[in-house]
């Protein structure tokens, strides 16, 4: 018999792990709508023509196509013969596939956006928290299944919309406790720039691709590819000048300047990038203009969040400005802007920061012990009554050993263990015990909700031995 396995690059979440997540799931949704985002969900999988070619040459390798159903009957057998032919030629064929699940939740959105535009009130806010799924290589802090949280706005061309985005990249990080992190932010109009001093605006995709591997493979491998590529050695010399600008945002600014000259491209980059920092100085927003961000339907503002320097992780999160996104499924005109977190690296960090609040773990609120058929019944109602007060509390399955009873409770983390016996029942009282301090104290039925939800124990202590 095998051995149960799951697939490489996904993970299994315990109920510990589930209530980490939900702490980081739950600040995050509330940040997006305390700014007026609306919540959507997209389907698992997509049409494979939705989202082949969106995310550059790189990214369309990483889709997961989804076969087929029906290529084993007799009927499809030479249909399908000739899908693998085309499949290992590097073409994609409706034969073979024609749908792949999501790679990330910026094209469903476009999709849906193009779909509904006719019934949406813009500028449409919305944010979406869902699985994707990458046929990427898994390694620490990557997966090939894993969560994305997006907030993006459409139908506006304002920078107003990059600064709130700043702002609620800074509001969730400092409430989870990663005040250090960074948020480095650039401008695609800058690489477009760059492109066009380099050979002209088509050369744009293989510098972005190049450029954007510079945290892997630093900037003499970057250079290699580049000339690679057909950069010669005036056009790499532009680009490494570019690479190796430095200091405070306002120098790095004045260096762009220098190189770029009159380029209106450029000229118009430096001034979107010049506005978001005049109007984000409560916050720790830097210039980088190694920033690139592969995809390729980025046109201005791109933003890339750093975990805190003692933490080595990647982005934890990333986006940007796309001016016309739907265009590429027949809407055109429609601007947008969005930004993502990366919930599985934010769990990494905060889970090696040790971040996460202690109480998480804190589900039930008391366990009933079971004392024997007629006070375990007893007990039963008692427990419907707190759960209609909304605390969470359990009846121990069947009587048995106290002391097993008990290290059912704290190894379940659960802070009460309340005693009902034969005594207590003529008494109309219980005994509740504290698991962390050991303290037993007598409480009156009717104040035992009072009790558990309350700091204001204002009851009568006693102890109880048995």
């Known amino acids: 018999m095998a051995k149960p396995s799951i697939p490489q690059g996904t993970r299994d979440f315990s109920a510990e792990t589930v209530r980490k997540r939900n702490y980081i799931l739950t600040t995050i949704r509330n940040v997006f709508e305390l700014y007026g985002f609306q919540p959507l969900e997209t389907p698992a999988m997509e049409n494979l023509e939705t989202l082949m070619g969106k995310y550059g040459e790189e990214g369309d390798k990483l889709i997961f196509k989804i076969l087929n159903n029906g290529l084993s009957d007799p009927k499809n057998i030479e249909k399908a013969r000739d899908g693998f032919e085309k499949l ?11 749908r792949a699940l999501k790679y990330d939740l910026t094209i469903p959105f476009a999709r849906y956006i193009a779909m509904n535009h006719g019934q949406l009130t813009f500028p449409y806010k919305r944010y979406q928290m869902q699985p994707v799924w990458r046929a990427d290589r898994p390694q620490k802090g990557r997966y090939r299944e894993f969560t994305q949280c997006d907030a993006d706005v459409v139908g506006s061309a304002s920078l107003l919309n990059e600064i709130e985005l700043a702002n609620i990249y800074h509001t969730v990080f400092v409430n989870l406790g990663l005040q250090e992190y960074e948020l480095k932010i650039n401008s695609r109009k800058m690489l477009a720039a760059l492109a066009e001093l380099c050979g002209g605006p088509e050369r744009m995709t293989e510098i972005t691709i190049a450029i954007d591997k510079m945290d892997k493979i630093g900037l003499d491998k970057v250079k290699e590819e580049l000339v690679q590529r057909g950069m010669n050695a005036d056009q790499t010399t532009i680009i490494e000048s570019y690479l190796n600008i430095s200091g405070s945002n306002e120098e790095k600014l004045t260096a762009a300047k220098i190189i770029f000259g009159e380029n ?10 010049s506005f978001i920092l005049s109007q984000t100085k409560n916050i720790r927003v830097a210039i980088d203009f190694t920033l690139a961000r592969g995809l390729n339907y980025y046109t201005g503002t791109i933003f890339e969040v750093k975990a805190p320097m003692q933490v080595k992780m990647g982005s934890i999160g990333g986006g940007g400005r796309y001016d016309d996104l739907t265009g590429l499924f027949g809407v055109p005109g429609i601007a947008g802007v969005g930004v993502s977190f990366g919930v599985d690296r934010i769990y990494d960090v905060l889970e090696e920061l040790k971040l996460f609040p202690e109480n998480l773990q804190v589900s039930t609120m008391a366990l009933f012990l079971n004392m024997g058929e007629t006070e375990s019944l ?12 909304n605390i969470a509390c359990e009846l121990y399955h069947e009587p048995g050993k106290m002391d097993r009873q008990f290290k059912y409770a704290e190894k379940k983390n659960i802070p009460y263990a309340v005693i ?3 005594k207590e029942i003529e008494n109309s009282n219980a005994v509740v015990k504290n698991l962390k301090t050991g303290e037993q104290i007598a409480v009156q039925l009717d104040e035992l909700s009072l009790f558990l939800f309350s700091d204001n124990k204002q009851v009568t202590k006693k102890d109880f031995k048995y």
């Open 420 to 422: 009902i016996g034969s």
């Open 264 to 273: 209106a491209s450029a000229e118009k980059g430096i001034e979107e990038l």
């Open 378 to 389: 007893f007990s039963f109602h008692i427990a419907q009554q707190l759960r209609k007060e």
């Open 88 to 98: 290992l030629e590097g073409k994609n064929t409706t034969a073979l596939t024609e």
